[in-house]
């Protein structure tokens, strides 16, 4: 079973923090008070960890490697994507998860923007 996980990026202090770490008020989750705002972003836990056992999370850049079709074509080594989560399933950049292996975390578009340039992707958020 999937366990549904959340981290979150506090715009202003910089800081990504584990989302279960939010205060609640008593009357209305903070959650629910900053969904719509610029004030926080949350990403959800993919439920998938890299070669080092390290979590994915939705806004992290990975490496990977794209393993060859049935058809015996060639894998491609060394891709680099931004994970996204969709109702159609995770993907890494262009390819969904069923195709890649030997995935390397190598960031996030918040604690590294400047992998959104190297890698020529727009931000999203």
Known sequence: MKVNKFRAWQVENKQMIDADSLAFDFYEPLCDQLRDSDEIKFMQYTGLKDKDSFEIY??????????????????????????????????????????????????NIHNNPELLKVMNYEQRR
């Open 58 to 107: 939705e806004d992290d850049f990975v490496s990977f490697d794209v393993r060859g079709g049935d058809n015996g074509e060639t894998p491609v080594k060394n891709q680099k994507g931004v994970v996204t989560i969709s109702p159609s399933g995770v993907a890494f950049g262009n390819w969904c998860y069923e195709w890649v292996g030997n995935i390397n975390l190598l960031g």
